[in-house]
């Protein structure tokens, strides 16, 4: 076959870039033949290019310094807490790590992450939680509801804190409800305004300085949910006016990546200009937490291609994983679209692609085009690399898969 183009692709490239692409029909991750990574170390492998990440980063950081505002990035581990990655990220110094368990702050700094640039944000927290986290008294802690807050108090009086609150409006790619943490129905992340009176007096009774206001309305969000993010931002407002010590606002995560052809990626530069378009003359520091922006593309989820079968008028594609180990597009409904690492032929036909797992919910994709497979045929499952191998379970056993971090 010719190398494939955009213009003569028998599959549709719109996932394709500098450092994810086909060279001699070969899908490469930065420069990484992934069909030869596949046959030498197996699969299902998670595969995770620690440069696309910094990419990202630096992207951020230049999008808050072009607006002028004082910031800085956590990342979240729950995205994907490889130890290979944290201890490469803690190593470049480029942003410090969002945490939400205890368990997770203490992997957090077995992986080089200093105790101060570690931000606290849990949820339902325990009293074993309480004991824990009052034991760290540069942690970045933030808390998210009253009787937290009173816990705190009472375990380390006089202590800086911050508090999550919940703006009462969502946000999610493409107005998925299952990926908005706040809006009309109550949530149980964050403070309502209406009990702000009751942190304050809680604050006070223990000598507590809230110098932190944290929220995070939702996740996955592109450029055409930026007017909601400004709709979030202002609601943010009706807080921060009300917190006299106040020194930072962390709007938690939340930023997305193209999941589908139609999707745009997010534009950091028009992101930038809504956060100081409500936050430029605050005087506060701007604290993000990504997750997914940084890492989903970052990865891809490598399989291998066990049989093809029609069955009544669907054409079926089996594969070696399943929806155990990258949960997202079943309980999402955010797709890890299969590729296959090695095109050989220009037939194309369209395919049910299911995995291992026996549930009937465990479907990669539906109606898929892809170039006709032989049984052992490499798939890359792309936009893996976040809540995949951190969210991945041994549902039927089926848990045993490689990690592989590139460096290049």
Known sequence: MPEINDSNSPINLWWQRDDLKFH??????????????????????????????IQKLD???????????????????????????????????????????????????????????????????SK??????????????????????ERLGQACPGREVGIRVNPDIGIGYSDNDLLQYSGVEATKFGI?????????????????????????????????????????????????????????????GGLGVPHTKEDSPLNLQRWA???????????LNIAVEPGDFLIKDAGVLLTEVTY?????????????AGFNLAMEPAFYGLPCEPVPTQLSTAEINHYTVVGNVNEA???WAVNHPMPKPEEGDIVALINAGGYAASMRSEHCLRGDVQEVLLLD
Do not use: M, W
């Not at 029909?25 to 030869?36: A, S, V």
């Not at 492998?45 to 990440?53: E, F, L, S």
């Open 308 to 320: 093809t079968e029609q069955r009544k008028d669907v054409q079926f594609l089996g594969l070696n």
């Open 24 to 53: 001699d029909n070969r899908l490469q991750l930065g420069q990484c033949d992934l069909t030869t990574l596949a046959e030498k170390v197996g699969t299902p492998a998670y595969v995770i290019r620690a440069p696309r990440v």
């Open 128 to 149: 074993r939680d309480i004991e824990t986290l009052s034991k760290f008294d540069r942690l970045r802690l933030n808390l998210d509801s009253l009787s937290s807050l």
């Open 273 to 283: 200009d809504v956060l100081a378009g409500t936050y430029a003359d605050s005087g």
């Open 59 to 125: 992207a951020l950081h230049r999008a808050f310094d072009q607006v002028g505002l004082d910031h800085r990035i956590f990342y979240a581990i729950k995205a994907n807490r490889s130890p290979k990655l944290l201890t490469y990220l803690a190593s470049q110094g480029k942003c410090g790590a969002d945490v939400c368990s205890p368990s997770e702050l203490v992997h957090a700094l077995s992986c080089g992450f200093a105790e101060q640039n570690i931000s606290f944000t849990g949820t339902s927290l």
């Open 361 to 363: 919910l465990d479907k």
């Open 192 to 252: 309502y305004l209406d009990r702000i009176p009751e942190a304050l007096a809680i604050a006070e009774k223990y000598q507590l300085k809230i110098v932190r206001v944290h929220f995070h309305a939702g996740c996955g969000y592109l450029d055409r949910e930026l007017d909601q993010l400004a709709d979030v931002l202002n609601a943010s407002r009706r807080f921060t006016e009300l917190l006299p010590d106040l020194q930072e606002l962390n709007i938690g």
